[in-house]
């Protein structure tokens, strides 16, 4: 799909056609829209359903030059404590804000570098996640210090129940770690993210020393980014180091001797060998320390018992939206 129109159109053949009941789902019909899918792990045997895949049509970026009124912003474009003279961000005495609005579609570090470009500061630490802008909304993706959360104005969406294209305020979204409460029939169109005017050389400093850290400390090849949230007051790959499991290997997939809250595969390799180390991981984790990790890997196409012991209790519906996006510690 490469634009809303024909996402409309698809919603609309699905409401047509029945493929959602009185509740928003249907058992005989699954439904998994996608973005780049970088922290997805699909079971070797696929899914069973519809597969949608957002095209390029939707990663398009621009900047906002209108100003904007709510929540402390000024139709100026000029943060209200800006107005007071506050410098909290070391750019300028006086920086003015611009909104940045970019599809869902739309590589988070290609959005930090097009809005260091335009001489705008505050996404700097998307340079170092992987994903897009739909799925870092859905789960509020973040990474050296920082989060969606932080600059994000809203979103619209569209859903695929209903056909209804909406604005969802930043205020309704429920962000939480890793968390909104974007449903699993509402597709990320685009976002829109309050930057701030900043100077570019610092702003450009702080994208090199993030890919820097990057490259130091988390493995390149073949991961799909961090694999489990982090615990309140603790860090997963704390925990799974703590329980001897760096470099723990199940046929094709091991957990990184880099950073062990990533799981490596070989080339070709299996995600069944992934989920395999992943309950390994949770299990042995569980059994030293008494915490049970959740995955921050999205699964399709497991089993029920499976993404259980790695989630908790399944309530997702059959519907399922995902344009997900890893993160970094």
Known sequence: MQNE?????????????????????????????????????????GLPGLVLQLGEGFAQTEILESGILESGILESGVLESDRLGADQHGHSSHP????????????????????????????????????????????????????MAASLRGVHVLDLESGENRWMAKADLELGYRHSCITATQVVINAELILLE?????????????VSWRREHQPGGHNAGSVFRNPAGDSAGRLIDAANCRGLRVGSAEVSTKHANFIQTDS????????????????????????????ETVLLG????????????????????????????
Do not use: C, Y
């Open 198 to 210: 900043g100077q570019q050389d610092l702003s450009e400093q702080r994208l090199s020393e993030i």
């Open 268 to 295: 070709g390799g299996s995600a069944d060998d992934v989920l395999e180390v992943m309950l390994q991981v949770v299990a042995q984790v569980r059994k030293h320390s008494g915490v049970q990790l959740q995955a």
């Open 5 to 45: 129109s024909e996402l409309s159109e698809i919603a609309s053949a699905l409401e047509q056609a029945g493929a959602f009941d009185a509740e928003g789902t249907n058992e005989q019909l699954s439904i998994h829209v996608i973005g780049r899918g970088s922290n997805l792990l699909v079971a070797d045997a």
């Open 96 to 147: 003015k804000s611009r909104v940045l609005r970019a599809g869902a579609m739309a590589s988070l570090p290609v959005v930090a570098r097009k809005s260091v470009a335009a001489g705008l500061t505050g996404f700097e630490w998307a340079v170092g996640v992987p994903g897009s802008i739909g799925g870092a909304v859905r789960m509020n993706a973040g990474g050296h210090g920082a989060d």
């Open 302 to 329: 497991f089993s029920d018992d499976d993404r259980s012991a790695l989630l908790g209790p399944s309530t997702a519906p059959t519907a399922v939206v995902d344009e997900q996006s890893g993160t970094a510690p």
